[in-house]
């Protein structure tokens, strides 16, 4: 077949592709199915459980049959709709779901076995034996039926994500979305017009009606030269307004390079976040097909299809078709294909009372009931008035009625509602907000009703919003009926198709209604009717009538078809944006990250926070000799590490004191101006959830610091119990942590090395005892905070500075410490050193533990209020004896493994015989050997004992002995030096 | 869903963080003698209704008030949003 006169493509420019490695050409303007129908190529792919030959059934993006891979490589791209794929030069497609080829397919012999894989057939087939689901049928089955293939590596392609507010939104380029936006758009208001097609116009492309008798094109393209001058306007082509989502929000994705040869630097795709104050709904309408025998041969289509690909792309998939219909639209297929010297077989009409509307022969009350061609139609039998015949043609044009593309208008639950003479579910009255159907999606069929509704539909969201516009002049155009009768299927014994991709036929609807699976929740689930990637554009409504006649029930007495975003495939790459990789969520640097890289530390993620973990050596080979090390130098000399991370908030005003009183459940009123103290927050349900120290630097001025997991939800909690709780004191609160950069000196000789930097501050135990805090300047004139805290239980300060001023801070230390040993350690060393002394920290405060459990029952003070204090006393809480203790392995070579569960010698292992488990481990230099923190059932009391530590998800136990859960220095001598 | 945030206006709900219920506003009296029991309820028990409910988001990513909007949780409607701390103040002048 070549190709017929005119059409919408560019005839100057020739443009090569393949499909299936065989060369073709086609022009702008073409997409991949219209280029393979003006080649000839009626066979594009294999349907998804028989394997039948299948062709191109739609123009649009409804299309279920004609699924490619396009590309190759890493941008191979699986089950890619011929039908709206826009052609380009180099474009290579392949067939799927075939073996060896698409015109030979070893699995055809499915199409054979059909009787055995009617709906349903694996839950019944593939009962037993049990393990052979997963191991021999699964895999088998997904083998034989599927759709393309992934390229199985990393998409190369970027990706975009964008914002736009408007307030009107027009969803569809069609006649009526073209009205509306014009309407929209010379009332001043601001207008985004979004149109799935590379070409505004919608059906007026597919047809041949005049505009005030004129060309439509004309029409459009006078229309698209006047917004191109209105700055309130834009017009986004090949975006797929996809889903409706609360208040206005709509998702779309515009196809930016897809239809470009290379990207080349490009975008592929844009997920545009529309905020739009009104919507109109201009998405047009879905043909629908008629079910008879055979009748998913390639070159059986839409009629309305056949008519597009005629009089847009000026191809037809034969010299010879026929039309079967059950309304007026079928014969303008007929009447624009003779125009176009396309010999016209014959026009089969169900209705008896059909009416021929040009020079072709018309078999009124007439049924198609079979049809032949093995990869392509040769013939169809029609039967009429009790005679049978069988009539040669190439392709066959089917309409069946046109639905309405209700889809976005169920988003929100929605249901459309049936409408008897227009034989399809309209949108009903409980659409979401502010979106306004029109045109054909609102069952205005005919151009100038889908002109007016447009232009009505704008009127209306403009009055709305109060914007004056006034109905532009619309042109003149056909004002034809539409009538249709309900024909959906065609009586008879052999397979009939209703859905095409998921080959779904009406004897499965019959098995469906047989095995009572009548409603239509379970009619879809049973037979998979409409789950394919084109959910059923072309089938919902058919197998739902199919279902009513055999209950003998009305439409909407079977069921509704509603409709969950998204409208189309929507790709997980575009979901995903360029938020992948290292992008996939903020990461932040502590202010000395880039001096730790230059000395070579190995990081960790905590949270967003990138850590040091430690930072190896020239000739250590394993990450224990640098923590060891790193442990020993804080023991021994001085340690320095970035504590920047802990949450810093800065809490001022006159009630500052009386507000950490009810947040802390230890008492913080009381703290000297100058001084520190450690504090706990419980949450209200009374368990233990996050600690820290409080230093106060003024009357009215704390600075309080809270783990690194923790800083958001503390700050947001402390927020409201400021805001929500007692709004009444007197208190600010801001989050500091970016603000100060904050490094740890600990270690014996770090007040000698403090020593060096601070300008004239007298740090003698005298003057700067244990828990003291100061401002003060450091480095000639640095703005500086100084804590005299410890989390290792050695001599230990933290120093803090703004920002920016952390690395050149560490760098000093580092100068002036060199002949003390300074030494940087990292978040292992920081966990062993802690672990030594006992401290709790996120494994021990886990969120199901007390202040009792952690040895700090005594700190929740019994005179105050504080945000946990009551549900704290509660008896499951307060009477719970588990206890941290110190752990360490009889055998000093054994091991203390954290997760491990704690038995006593000798006893089952069993959930009523557990007493506790390991919270923490690891190796201690200090003891040198492993040691442990846990939580033992009256463990205060068990100090001495052994107990065994079963780690049964490795198969592994140890004797461990409990000790106090500290391991250096238990008096606190060095803390205090 | 875009929340009208009394000082700035409608901000996208992604800039804040949910929390529930406002109801948690209202915190008992620790002192009370069945302080334990009314606690309980305080921090175990919600309504969870179909239909018009009053809730407290932060907005985290913004000025970091907590505010009370009230929301249809049927359709999602918000039906208006007022500062939390606003809310508490005037429940102490009514002495609750």
């Known amino acids: 077949m070549t190709r017929l006169t005119g059409g ?24 991949l199915a219209s280029a393979l129908l003006a080649n000839g190529v009626r066979l594009m792919g294999r349907s998804f459980k028989y394997h039948r030959p299948r062709g191109v059934l739609s123009a649009g993006s409804e299309e279920p049959n004609a699924l490619v891979e396009l590309r190759t490589g890493a941008r191979q791209e699986p089950n890619t709709r011929a039908a709206v794929v826009e052609l380009f030069e180099g474009l290579e497609a392949r067939s799927q779901n075939r073996w060896p080829s ?77 009205a509306a936006a014009l309407t929209a758009a010379r009332g001043g208001a601001r207008v985004i017009l979004a149109d799935e097609d590379f070409r505004l116009g919608g059906r007026l492309l597919s047809e041949t009606g005049t505009l005030d008798g004129g060309q439509a094109t004309d029409w459009v393209s006078a229309l698209e030269a006047e917004f191109e001058s209105l700055p309130n306007i834009r017009v986004m082509r090949r975006t797929t307004v996809f889903g409706v989502y609360d208040h206005g929000i709509y998702g779309a994705v515009e196809s930016v390079s897809d239809h470009l040869p290379e990207a080349s630097g490009r975008v592929r795709q844009t997920l545009w976040r529309i905020t739009a104050k009104r919507a109109v709904l201009a998405a047009g309408a879905t043909e629908r097909p008629i079910a008879f025998a055979d009748n998913d041969r390639p070159g059986i289509m839409l009629a309305g299809a056949m008519r597009t690909y005629a009089n847009r792309w000026a191809a037809c998939p034969s010299e010879t078709v026929a039309v079967f219909t059950n309304n007026d639209d079928g014969h303008r297929t007929a009447r624009d294909l003779a125009a176009k010297d396309v010999q016209i077989a014959a026009v089969i009409d169900a209705r008896p009372e059909a009416k021929a509307r040009g020079d072709y022969r018309l078999i009124a009350g007439g049924m198609v009931t079979g049809s032949r061609g093995r990869l392509g139609l040769k013939s169809i039998e029609v039967q009429a008035n009790g005679r049978s015949e069988w009539i040669e043609c190439g392709a066959l044009g089917v309409s069946g009625g046109w639905n309405p593309n209700v889809h976005l208008f169920s988003h929100h639950r929605g249901r459309p509602i049936w409408n008897e003479s227009l034989q399809a579910f309209l949108p009903g009255e409980d659409g979401p907000p502010g979106l306004i159907p029109a045109g054909a999606a609102a069952a205005n069929f005919s151009t100038a009703d889908a002109l007016r509704s447009g232009a009505q539909a704008a009127k209306r969201a403009m009055d709305e919003l109060g914007i004056a516009a006034s109905s532009p002049d619309l042109p003149r155009a056909e004002e034809a009926d539409y009538k249709v009768a309900p024909v959906f299927n065609v009586p008879g014994k052999k397979r009939a ?98 001096w730790a890289e230059g000395q070579g530390a190995v990081f960790v993620e905590v949270g967003q926070w990138m850590r040091a973990q430690y930072f190896p050596r020239a000739g250590e080979t394993h990450w224990r000799q640098s923590v060891d090390r790193e442990a020993g130098a804080v023991r021994s000399a001085v340690g320095l590490c970035d504590v920047t991370t802990l949450g810093k908030i800065d809490v001022q005003g ?95 000789k770090s007040r000698a090395l403090l020593a060096r930097i601070v300008d ?43 920002a920016r001023f952390g690395h ?7 100068e002036l410490g060199a002949d003390l040993g300074a030494t940087p350690y990292g978040t292992e060393a920081l966990g062993v050193l802690r672990i030594e002394k006992g401290h709790a920290a996120g494994p021990e405060l886990s969120g199901q533990t007390t202040a009792a459990m ?111 859960a500290c391991f250096v220095d238990p008096e606190g001598e060095r803390l205090r030096e | 869903m875009l929340i009208p945030h009394p000082l700035l206006g409608p901000r996208d709900a992604q800039e804040f963080t949910y929390l529930g219920d406002a109801r948690l506003i209202d915190r008992p009296d620790p002192s009370a003698p069945d302080a334990e029991a009314a606690f309980c309820d305080y921090v175990f028990l919600r309504d969870n209704p179909a239909g018009v409910h009053r809730e407290l988001w932060f907005h985290e990513q913004g000025d970091r008030s907590w505010l009370v909007v009230t929301r249809d949780t049927v359709t999602h409607e918000v039906l208006g949003a007022e500062l939390a701390r606003n809310v508490a103040l005037s429940r102490t002048r009514c002495g609750k």
């Open chain 1, 102 to 178: 698409l015109g030979f397919d070893a699995l055809a012999i499915n199409d054979l076995l059909s009787p055995f894989l009617t709906a349903g057939f694996y839950y019944k087939t593939f009962m037993w034996p049990k393990g052979f689901w997963e191991k021999l049928y699964e895999p088998a089955i997904r083998r034989a039926a599927g759709l393309g293939r992934l390229s199985m590596q990393a998409d190369p392609d970027t990706y975009d994500k964008g914002f736009l507010h408007c307030d009107f939104l027009v969803i569809g380029g069609g006649a009526a979305g073209l």
């Open chain 1, 808 to 814: 050149a801070l560490i760098e000093r230390l580092m």
């Open chain 1, 654 to 748: 006159a009630d500052a004191g009386e507000f950490l009183n009810r947040l802390y459940c230890n008492i913080m009123a009381t703290l000297k101006v100058g001084r520190v103290r450690y504090g706990l927050m419980l949450r209200e349900d009374g368990f233990a959830y996050d600690d820290g120290t409080c230093a106060r630097l003024a009357e009215d001025h704390y600075v309080v610091t809270t783990t690194t997991a923790n800083a958001g939800l503390v700050y947001r909690n402390m927020e409201f119990a400021r805001q929500c709780l007692w709004s009444d004191l007197d208190v600010q609160l801001i989050s500091t942590t970016d603000a100060w950069a904050q490094i740890a000196v600990a270690g014996p």
């Open chain 1, 760 to 802: 004239g501050f007298d740090l003698s135990n005298e003057a700067f005892p244990f828990m003291a805090c100061a401002e003060l300047t450091v480095c000639d004139g640095l703005r500086a905070r100084l804590f005299r805290i410890s989390f290792s239980g050695e001599l230990a300060y933290e120093v803090a500075v703004p």
């Open chain 1, 8 to 31: 919408l493509i560019d005839r100057s420019q020739t443009l090569n592709f393949s499909f299936d490695g065989k060369r073709y050409q086609g022009h702008p303007g073409d997409t």
């Open chain 1, 497 to 594: 198709w209703v859905d095409f991709q998921n080959d779904v036929t009406v004897k499965d609807i019959k098995l469906a209604h047989a095995e009572n699976m009548r409603p239509v929740e379970h009619l879809k689930r049973y037979t998979t009717l409409g789950m394919a990637t084109d959910q059923g554009k072309t089938a919902n409504v058919t197998g739902l009538a199919v279902m009513a006649e055999l209950t003998g029930r009305t439409i909407p007495e079977t069921g509704t078809t509603i409709f969950r975003p998204p409208y189309i495939p929507v790709t997980l790459s575009v979901l995903g944006g360029g938020d992948i990789g290292r992008h996939y969520r903020p990461r932040r640097l502590t202010p000395t990250n880039h």
């Open chain 1, 854 to 964: 952690v040895g700090l029952g005594s700190m929740v003070s019994q005179k105050k209020d504080s945000v946990g204090a009551v549900m704290s006393r509660r008896g499951g809480l307060a009477g719970d004896r588990r206890r941290l203790v110190g752990l360490r392995p009889v055998d000093p070579a054994g091991k203390v493994v954290s997760g491990s569960h704690l038995f006593a010698e000798g006893a089952p292992r069993k959930c009523d015989t557990d007493q506790g488990w390991v919270t923490s481990a690891c190796y201690s230099p200090h003891v040198r050997s492993m040691i442990g923190l846990g939580f033992l059932e009256k463990g205060d009391e068990r100090l001495g004992e052994v107990i065994v530590a079963a780690n049964p998800l490795e198969g592994e136990s140890a004797r461990l002995l409990v000790v106090p």
